[in-house]
């Protein structure tokens, strides 16, 4: 029973920092984690991040009804656009992230458009399928660790503010130690502490992983708003 506790305890972490890394800040976040690429993007002074890397997406339409082949080759040009401004036209090293809804309509406008048009799909390690736009991988984000909340929501703006609107955002992060990556002070440290004094049926497990992001070059990250999907 301890291990399934500490089993789940861990799952609902993992899905909190894959919500930090997109969506932390300092000012109504949580000042003691490390701010995500999100606020990055939007304080380019503080963050040096590069102010061409955030890109207005026009309110191209990949609703249900409105996606045709015309707005999907939009689409098409808002990730190459992405990609120009991170300086990896060919996607070398970078991961571009959207929610399953958008995610969804990338498909769609792959097959609106035809086979190929530089997408694919492959195997990782591990054998699992990645899709890809050129040397890109592609990513879904998915949910909160309450199962219910998208990371990349589907209700922004067209500011590519947090709202109760129609539009959403897509990422895009250049990986590398020259570009944008994670470092650790040291490696994941787990210590049993034994039962509570005052409730001897409840195990403590002690976890330590002082982690945190960092970024060496202005274009690593981008980010694409304004796309309209509901």
Same mark, same amino acid.
């Given at each position: 029973? %301890? ?7 861990l799952?609902?972490? %993992?899905? @909190?920092?894959? !919500? ?8 109504? $976040? @949580?000042?003691? %984690?490390?701010?995500?690429?999100r606020q990055?993007?939007? !304080? ?10 955030k890109?207005d997406?026009g $309110?191209v339409?990949? =609703? ?9 080759n939009?689409?098409?040009?808002l990730?190459?656009? *992405?990609? &120009? ?9 970078? #991961?571009?992230y ?21 997408? &694919? *799909? ?7 399928? #990645?899709?890809?736009?050129?040397? %890109? ?17 589907n =209700?922004? @703006?067209t500011?590519? #503010? ?15 130690? !020259? /570009? ?5 002070? =040291? ?8 039962l509570?004094? !005052? ?16 970024? /060496?070059?202005t274009?690593?990250?981008?980010? #694409?708003? @304004?796309?309209k999907?509901a």
């Amino acid at each position: 029973p %301890a291990g399934q506790q500490t089993k789940m305890g861990l799952t609902s972490w %993992a899905y @909190d920092i894959n !919500d930090r890394f997109f969506n932390n800040n300092h000012n109504s $976040g @949580d000042a003691d %984690a490390f701010v995500g690429i999100r606020q990055r993007l939007d !304080d380019t002074g503080t963050w040096g991040t590069n102010a061409a890397c955030k890109i207005d997406g026009g $309110g191209v339409v990949l =609703t249900d009804a409105g996606q045709t082949a015309a707005t999907s080759n939009v689409f098409i040009s808002l990730i190459e656009q *992405m990609l &120009d401004e991170m300086g990896a036209p060919e996607g070398d090293g970078c #991961v571009i992230y959207m929610n399953r809804n958008l995610r969804r309509r990338l498909g769609k406008a792959v097959r609106l458009m035809g086979a190929g048009g530089g997408f &694919d *799909m492959t195997q990782d390690a591990f054998g699992r399928q #990645v899709m890809t736009y050129r040397n %890109a991988k592609i990513r879904t984000v998915g949910v909160k660790a309450n199962q219910t909340t998208e990371i990349i929501t589907n =209700t922004e @703006d067209t500011a590519g #503010v947090n709202g109760s609107s129609v539009y959403t955002s897509m990422y895009a992060v250049r990986y590398g130690e !020259d /570009t944008f990556n994670g470092w650790q002070m =040291t490696p994941l440290a787990v210590q049993s502490i034994g039962l509570r004094p !005052d409730e001897p049926t409840i195990f403590r497990t002690f976890l330590e992983w002082p982690i945190g992001l960092y970024q /060496t070059h202005t274009r690593a990250l981008a980010r #694409v708003y @304004d796309i309209k999907v509901a």
